[in-house]
């Protein structure tokens, strides 16, 4: 079933044509309402009347992670304060965390793509869905709770965690669609089979995992496993949170939701388009958002696109599974983390040199773990076990409270963790994704 | 009357025990006393030595984080009871322990142990007001 076929199925002509009124009025709307945008724009000698078609999209500039940080809390809201209706907020790097927005427009823009993202997975009114994601400053959960909620599904609220009692609550209740990370739907494989219960015989059909990224073997594994259809989903909080795209059944490419998230993809160095197919960064426009609607986002993310019209009679272009990043930001168990705010918590820490190691690894668990080896120094070395022990505590509870990444932290020798060419080596993805 | 310790940070990684002893034989230097307390990834060795200046000296430069602290030394007879005694002493006068640990003096038939205190010129005192010998050199 596709939810928005009017929308979703959309001749390309007219899909164009659709995008570009939306572009048109977008620009307008910001110039107007937005004073950082319209700053830019008379820089730039813009005039908002000037862009008709989606065509001219290319004359706009590009906006960053660094201008929603520079502009926080509120400088690249189109929206004043009052007419938000939920606000989630991300942790920062070394200054100002990500805030997002939405009107009560927005709300139900998020709740219309969550309801085609959760259609376009195989979902029907008629099921019980499991929403495993996080709730809370995290999108994930109530993004997909406000789009079952939009089809009419019956849902389990779960969040994360507590993967015993996700199991019981599969078995009494039944969902047919589980929300999750990959590696939590892994995890919670292992856990089944560990309570000697066949994972295969659960009652999930559908998966919709996300917030990290996957590979095809993982795919199959799970779909294995759990006996199960695994599909992707991407989104970033920065545009909606889940909601920007989703596999259909053919699982061949994402369907973005074009006719509200323009998508580009360009020559990170160059900042033109690339050829049709080929890599690059994915480039999004929030054609209808009115609490902080972002023109030209950089999403860091490398994909690559096909605008052919799909098996499933979408017309929704479809981007490929996250390639790469075109910065340094991890995911860990769905989270993102920039290296920088690590060193940011250890140089906080009297004592403590620059010299780190962040190890993620994937253990038997399936969830990623991830250590820190801090090389040790003549200033916070003790004779004394406890204060060493006391040091790697507060290390942990700094991290946790500034990532919500629980990280195990050793101490290592000095001069143990490799410098090349002056600068070391600071991530070490041993995961196999 | 405190006796200098030098304390050695080592991960959990197999010779490098070795390595430190190597550093010092290969600089004439003689272990006394040895302990080492470990963790689940790390450890700290312990050791007393005949020349600690020049010890600390070459552990630095051969790259081990490295360290001195003051510890006290006492004698007791080498005899069942012994050290009781001694941690009764310190016990009554509410002197806490840090951390501790022994060896035998070949040439007597004493019993040698290494005391870590918080509070080490305290400590002293009370020990010496007891009647118990400190050592006041090991390298006997």
């Not at chain 1, 809201?77 to 990500?98: D, K, W, Y």
Request: with cysteine.
């Amino acid at each position: 079933m596709i939810w928005k076929e009017d929308v979703e199925c959309l001749p390309i002509c007219e899909l164009k044509q659709l995008q570009g009124d939306r572009l048109a009025k977008l620009v307008k709307y910001v110039y107007s309402n937005c004073k950082v945008y319209k700053d830019r724009f008379d820089q730039l000698g813009i005039i908002p009347e000037s862009i008709k078609q989606i065509d001219d999209i290319g004359r706009l500039p590009f906006t960053t992670k660094l201008d929603m940080r520079d502009h926080y809390p509120y400088g690249l809201f189109s929206a004043p304060r009052n007419a938000l209706n939920e606000i989630h907020v991300s942790s920062g790097t070394t200054g100002n965390p990500t805030l997002v927005g939405y009107t009560k427009e927005d709300l139900a823009l998020w709740s219309d793509v969550m309801a085609r993202t959760i259609c376009c997975a195989g979902g029907h009114p008629d099921d019980i869905i499991q929403i495993a994601y996080g709730y809370g400053l995290f999108t994930g959960g109530l993004g997909f709770h406000y789009g079952a909620l939009e089809m009419g599904l019956t849902i389990i609220p779960t969040s994360s965690g507590q993967t015993r009692r996700q199991i019981k609550i599969m078995q009494d209740f039944q969902p047919r669609i589980l929300c999750c990370t990959p590696s939590y739907a892994l995890h919670m494989a292992e856990e089944i089979a560990a309570l000697g219960l066949d994972p295969r015989k659960s009652s999930w059909e559908i998966g919709i995992f996300g917030a990290e990224p996957w590979s095809e073997p993982m795919r199959q594994e799970i779909e294995s496993k759990l006996g199960i259809i695994a599909t992707d989903v991407y989104g970033l909080s920065e545009i909606i949170g889940p909601g920007v795209a989703q596999e259909c059944q053919y699982k061949d490419g994402l369907h973005i939701y074009s006719d509200v998230f323009y998508p580009e993809i360009i020559d990170p160095d160059t900042g033109k388009p690339v050829e049709e197919g080929q890599d690059g960064e994915l480039v999004i426009t929030t054609l209808t958002k009115k609490g902080i609607p972002l023109i030209r986002y950089r999403t860091r993310d490398i994909v690559s696109i096909n605008h052919e019209k799909c098996r499933c009679g979408r017309t929704s272009p479809r981007i490929s599974k996250i390639k790469g990043r075109t910065d340094d930001m991890i995911i860990i168990r769905g989270i993102n983390v920039f290296p920088s705010q690590i060193e940011h918590v250890l140089l906080g820490i009297d004592g403590v040199e620059p010299h780190y190691q962040i190890v993620i690894d994937r253990g038997a668990s399936h969830l990623d773990q991830i250590d820190i080896l801090v090389e040790m120094s003549p200033e916070i070395f003790s004779d004394e076990i406890k204060q060493l022990e006391s040091l790697q505590k507060k290390i942990k509870q700094e991290i946790m409270a500034v990532l919500s990444v629980s990280a195990n932290v050793k101490l290592v020798e000095p001069n143990t963790i490799a410098r090349s060419e002056g600068k070391a080596k600071r991530v070490i993805d041993k995961r196999e994704i | 009357m405190k006796i200098t310790q030098i304390s050695v940070f080592l991960e959990n990684r197999s010779g490098r025990m070795r390595q430190v002893c190597s550093v010092l034989g290969q600089n004439n230097i003689n272990i006394r006393a040895l302990t080492v307390a470990e963790t689940e990834s790390f450890g700290v060795l312990r050791i007393v030595v005949d020349k600690p200046a020049v010890a600390i000296d070459v552990l630095k430069k051969n790259g081990f984080t490295a360290n001195i602290t003051d510890v006290v030394v006492v004698e007791m007879q080498d005899k069942p009871g012994g050290l009781a005694d001694i941690l009764g002493i310190l016990d009554e006068n509410k002197i806490n322990v840090e951390y501790m640990y022994a060896f035998l003096e070949k040439s007597a038939d004493k019993a040698m142990v290494v005391f870590r205190f918080e509070h080490p010129e305290k400590a002293v005192k009370v020990l010496t007001d007891n009647n118990v010998t400190i050592a006041k050199d090991i390298t006997v």
